[in-house]
């Protein structure tokens, strides 16, 4: 299989990681999950007592933030200074964090420049809010995973419900998404949108197994 970079952007909750890691364990491909790697310095902001929405709090503790991305038995693990912090980023107060940091165009940069790295003379699949339209305009396949807010509310509801985790009411956890939505398509710098040669996928409705057929039938026709 020569080399291909697939892009799936989407918003919250929409199953782009769910699809993106299915797609690299299929097809033998790297998968990464740029949205761990925000979530990772809204931690470390967290951590270090920063409002998480100001600028130049955050902008101050970039040049202590050390980020790694590294495959463990075909896993990603994000390291931050060192520390494995994978389980850690998954918390409702890091999710929102992260939507928080992501518009801070310092942290973008930062990032992006280590996806670009990442990506560089390999086969590649990554999900974000803005890896079709921003950090690869140039990739062979685009998708924008999306579906309705209370779908995607829902199913981050089980998931929630399967860890036991009662934290959060379904209804709280649909304002979550809705704000989100709001901050990763309204902030100034490579906003969530749809890429123009992007397809328009759906998941409203359709089962995970669905979804990826939707999409291995897309990549069948580019190889």
Do not use: H
């Not at 075909?74 to 980023?89: A, F, R, T, Y």
């Not at 809010?129 to 998708?143: C, E, F, N, S, W």
């Not at 036991?164 to 490579?190: M, V």
């Amino acid at each position: 299989m020569k080399n291909i970079t697939i892009a799936i952007d989407g918003p919250a909750g929409s199953g782009k990681s769910t699809v993106a890691k299915y797609i690299s364990k299929e097809y033998k491909i790297i998968y990464l999950d740029t949205g761990a790697m925000y979530r990772a310095f809204a931690l470390f902001a967290i951590r270090n007592g920063a409002d998480t929405k100001n600028w130049n709090e955050l902008e101050k503790l970039l040049e202590d933030f050390v980020l790694e991305i590294k495959y463990i038995n075909g896993e990603q693990k994000v390291i931050l200074n060192g520390e494995d912090v994978s389980g850690l980023i998954r918390t409702n107060q890091v999710s929102l964090g992260a939507s928080d940091v992501a518009v801070v165009p310092a942290v973008r940069l930062k990032m992006v420049e280590l996806q670009r790295e990442i990506a560089k003379g390999t086969s590649v699949v990554m999900d974000g809010r803005d890896i079709g339209t921003y950090v690869l305009p140039d990739a062979d396949l685009k998708i924008f995973l999306t579906a309705s807010a209370e779908e995607r509310a829902y199913r981050r509801y089980l998931e929630m419900e399967a860890k036991g985790d009662d934290s959060l009411t379904l209804e709280q956890i649909k304002e979550d998404i809705i704000k989100r939505d709001k901050n990763d398509s309204e902030r100034e710098f490579a906003p969530l949108r749809k890429a123009d040669d992007a397809i328009l996928l759906d998941s409203t409705g359709l089962q995970v197994n669905e979804v990826i057929n939707i999409i291995k039938g897309y990549i069948k026709k580019w190889i």
